[in-house]
């Protein structure tokens, strides 16, 4: 089974920026949407947002701000997250999940992310 591997977590100052990435094991996998969730302290696995492989929708969870940005290289199959002014509430587990719709198919086991204030 194909496996998610996400990288460029870490600690990062309040206001700072980060981007994630997520490349599957198997380069040639396929999935109609690719998405980020997070899990911080205490909380539930939530839906951060997700897109389609052809890059015509996106979709965000509940109260997401536009500092969180998805994208995609089709061609290196490399899933893309970029934070901009992260703040400590962003302190979380990022992960990335592949599939027919966002939450099926494949998980990472995730990257850790923490903002210091």
């Known amino acids: 089974q194909v496996q998610l591997v996400e990288s460029g977590g870490g600690l990062v100052q309040a206001g700072g920026s980060l981007r994630l990435s997520c490349q599957p094991s198997?380069?040639?996998?396929?999935?109609?949407?690719w998405a980020w969730f997070r899990q911080s302290p205490g909380k539930e696995r939530e839906l951060l947002i997700a897109?389609?492989?052809?890059?015509?929708?996106?979709y965000y969870g509940s109260d997401v701000e536009d500092r969180f940005t998805i994208s995609r290289d089709n061609h290196e199959n490399i899933l893309w997250l970029q934070i901009s002014d992260l703040k400590p509430e962003d302190t979380a587990v990022y992960y990335c999940?592949?599939?027919?719709?966002?939450?099926?198919?494949?998980w990472g086991p995730g990257t850790q992310v923490t903002v210091s204030s």
């Open positions: 198997e380069r040639t996998f396929f999935a109609r949407h």
């Open positions: 897109m389609s492989y052809t890059g015509g929708d996106t």
């Open positions: 999940n592949a599939g027919g719709l966002p939450g099926e198919g494949a």
